[in-house]
């Protein structure tokens, strides 16, 4: 992220506001840069930073200085920054998708109604991993997860 954020706005909360990618791209769609936090169901949680905003108009967009990260992780690693590897594929737009980072089907794809659907990772694609843990520090070493909340915040 440039600069320092002095605000966060809650735009979005899976729990309160529904787990379907259509309230996703309702509440969060043209709000600009955005930070977004997942739990997952072994406690786990990690997010990404998009610095464009959000658009349901399909494709995988370029978002420079977009990142993802673990704060909490099954191997105590300390929170964790991962940058993209300037692939020009960072935020995945796509209305059958809550907030997804990379390529589809990439690092973080959050499919519709993620309560009822796995999610799934693919990390490292278009993220530098460097805790040499790969997939398994967001999801305990598999390719599918199961999310718990998301939570979407502006930043201004």
Request: aromatic share 14%; proline share 4%.
């Amino acid at each position: 992220m440039n600069g320092w954020f002095t605000k966060y706005d809650l735009l979005y909360r899976g729990s309160r506001d529904g787990p379907t990618s259509n309230i996703f791209h309702e509440k969060c769609d043209e709000k600009g840069p955005t930070l977004v936090l997942y739990k997952n169901d072994i406690g786990n949680i990690f997010g990404g930073y998009s610095s464009i905003s959000w658009k349901n108009n399909g494709g995988t967009k370029s978002a420079k200085g977009s990142f993802i990260f673990t704060l909490t992780n099954i191997f105590n690693i300390k929170p964790t920054k991962f940058s993209d590897k300037n692939t020009n594929k960072n935020v995945h737009h796509v209305p059958e998708y809550g907030p997804s980072f990379g390529e589809h089907k990439s690092d973080i794809s959050i499919f519709d109604n993620y309560l009822e659907k796995d999610s799934e990772t693919r990390f490292p694609e278009q993220y530098n991993d460097t805790t040499g843990k790969g997939k398994s520090i967001f999801t305990g070493n598999k390719n599918n997860f199961k999310i718990k909340e998301i939570e979407v915040f502006k930043l201004s």
